[in-house]
């Protein structure tokens, strides 16, 4: 028999919550380590390009209070992946010091590796020069002028330069940009545990207890790893998973079901096979690991697009109903020759975008149907402009002619909008965009990564 | 005739990363599963024409170990773009829903 390791994940995301106790259960039960993923791409680019990480920032410290607080009581390593949201160096700064207040809050001692996982520009240059960077599908024009425009870099690492961490005798790991997976692969594969076992249970873990038949709240899951295969149970005796539920959730997130992306390979699970080993627990064997010819990371980055100011206003006129595009289209020409007379704004220095909620607002381009069919629509006037100061100046320039744009069917002064508020309009700050869908080709996975060590 | 959202008990779209959206139709037992693939209201073609993306754009996966039927497309807009309707996608399965079957 060879070696069993017990991985804990605390819950999906590190800002939504866990019951205590089944931390607790689950680490009593013999883990050998407690996980936990702090981000996602999933919210969008903002949080990357703008460096603000995603709180509560009071939520997030009292789950890390309890996932190294447990960790630290049982003397086994915490690893918490993309820290901040984003996984860049304000975001891993921010993480980094909610952990060294709860260190002095708690009188606790222990050794930190905080993982950076931002590139500089600089450095993806040369890479970009050395031909290491290829592109993913789809993937935007990449070139110097895209890094150079870019706002923040990541590379999201896989499970070497956190098994370098723990080697070297970490105990809180804190890891910048970092695949879901790494946070419970690294430990296990570092123990002999085999890659298509250990990538397979992380799949499953990343989540929490996403992967129980009924999940009824957010909170821990827990699996015990083998060199044949792994068991995942959850430690709330109120959950359980199903081979079904725990299959399904490979599903979750990911473009092609049988088929995981990693950095150094991919997780094949064509021939896996979930069965019940009792109305709680699920048995997962037959994953195949494919290493990968040349081992790379994504690189994910955020470019600055503009500045957003918008009007939320309802249509309610049955006649300016009937003709809707017209009427938008219309008000579009309108409005751009006033914003050129008043403002002589650069060419491509602002979009107007007007989103029709009861038409399309929801789906854009991929709606089947768009046209207005209810009694109503609601209308958000978008702009996006290179200063925050431009897009603010339009936004009268569209609302108030808006506002009085003729139709046939009426003579004299109409009122179009109902705006709910007043002012009509609002400020919203920068806006990014995801800029790369790139890869890095790396002979050496811990290359882009740099760990800084704190002992409490 | 049933709409769709009667043979399953989850029908839902997501993110699959920034620059893919991905949809999960999950069904209530074989009999549903097998009457929708049957019908050819979630075939490849039907897709593509629903959300006016090329054939070769749609990966399709009929999964029959858990009864769902799974494909993923490319996003002409990526997620949080300055155009961008649905930043996490969970809303791109709306047309699915009330999809009418045929049943012999």
Redesign the interface.
């Known amino acids: 028999m060879g070696n069993k390791i017990k991985a804990v994940a605390a819950t999906g995301n590190l800002s939504t919550g866990f019951r205590e106790e089944s931390l607790v259960r689950a680490v009593n039960q013999g883990a050998h380590f407690v996980g936990c993923d702090g981000g996602s791409?999933?919210?969008?680019?903002?949080y990357l390009g703008s460096g603000n990480p995603r709180g509560p920032r009071q939520g997030v410290k009292r789950n890390l209070q309890r996932i190294l607080g447990e960790s630290l009581r049982a003397g086994i390593p915490a690893i918490i992946g993309t820290a901040g949201h984003a996984g860049g160096r304000p975001h891993l700064q921010w993480a980094v010091e909610i952990v060294r207040e709860l260190a002095r809050e708690n009188g606790w001692h222990f050794k930190l590796a905080a993982i950076d996982s931002e590139i500089d520009q600089g450095t993806l240059v040369k890479a970009f020069r050395k031909d290491q960077i290829k592109p993913?599908?789809?993937?935007?024009p990449f070139n110097e002028d895209v890094i150079r425009e870019g706002q923040r870099f990541v590379a999201m690492m896989g499970i070497e330069p956190i098994q370098c961490a723990l080697a070297s005798g970490a105990q809180i790991v804190i890891a910048g940009r970092c695949s879901d997976v790494a946070i419970y692969a690294a430990l296990p594969v570092m123990q002999g545990i085999p890659k298509h076992v250990a990538f397979h249970a992380g799949k499953i873990l990343e989540c929490g207890a996403a992967s129980v038949a009924q999940r009824l709240y957010a909170d821990c899951m827990a699996a015990e790893l083998d060199e044949s295969g792994f068991t995942v149970e959850p430690p709330n005796p109120e959950l359980r998973c199903t081979p079904?539920s725990v299959?399904?959730h490979t599903?979750?997130?990911?473009?092609?079901?049988?088929m995981l992306i990693e950095p150094g390979g991919r997780l094949d699970t064509t021939a896996a096979r979930?069965e019940a080993i009792s109305d709680r627990a699920v048995r997962v064997t037959g994953g195949q690991f494919v290493a990968a010819e040349k081992y790379s990371v994504r690189i994910e980055g955020a470019a600055l697009?503009?500045y957003r100011s918008i009007v939320i206003a309802g249509i309610r006129d049955p006649l300016i109903l009937g003709q809707l595009d017209h009427f938008l289209s219309s008000l579009h020409a309108a409005v751009e020759r006033k914003i050129a007379d008043n403002l002589a704004p650069l060419p491509g220095a602002y979009?107007l975008?007007f989103?029709v909620y009861g038409r399309?607002?929801?789906?854009?381009?991929?709606?089947?149907?768009p046209r207005p069919e209810g009694h109503e629509v609601g209308l958000i006037i978008d702009v996006?402009a290179s200063s925050q100061e431009l897009a603010s100046d339009i936004l009268p320039l569209v609302w108030h002619p808006g506002l009085h744009h003729p139709i046939p069917e009426y003579q004299g002064l109409i009122s179009n909008f109902a705006f709910p508020f007043s002012p009509p309009g609002v400020d919203v700050g920068a806006?990014?965009?995801?800029c790369v869908?790139h890869v890095w080709e790396l002979d050496d996975p811990c290359a882009p990564f740099r760990t800084t060590w704190e002992t409490f | 005739m049933r709409e769709l959202w009667q043979f399953t008990k989850l029908i839902r779209s997501?993110?699959?990363?920034?620059?893919?959206l991905?949809f999960?139709v999950?069904f209530k037992d074989r009999a549903g599963y097998d009457l929708v693939l049957k019908s050819g209201v979630l075939s490849a073609e039907a897709i593509a024409k629903?959300?006016?993306v090329a054939l070769e754009e749609i990966?399709l996966?009929n999964?029959e170990?858990?009864l769902?039927v799974?494909f993923?497309i490319?996003?002409?807009?990526?997620?949080?773009?300055?155009?961008?309707?649905?930043?996490?996608g969970g809303?791109?399965h709306?047309?699915l829903v009330r999809l009418l079957v045929d049943e012999p």
């Open positions: 791409t999933d919210s969008g680019p903002y993913l599908s789809p993937a935007p079904q299959a399904a599903l979750y997130e990911n473009a092609d079901p049988y979930y697009a503009g979009t975008n989103r399309d607002g929801t789906m854009g381009p991929l709606e089947p149907n996006v806006v990014y965009r995801f869908n | 997501k993110n699959a990363g920034p620059f893919e991905t999960d999950m629903i959300y006016g990966r996966f999964i170990q858990i769902t799974k993923s490319p996003r002409k807009v990526f997620s949080g773009d300055v155009s961008d309707t649905d930043v996490y809303q791109f709306g047309p």
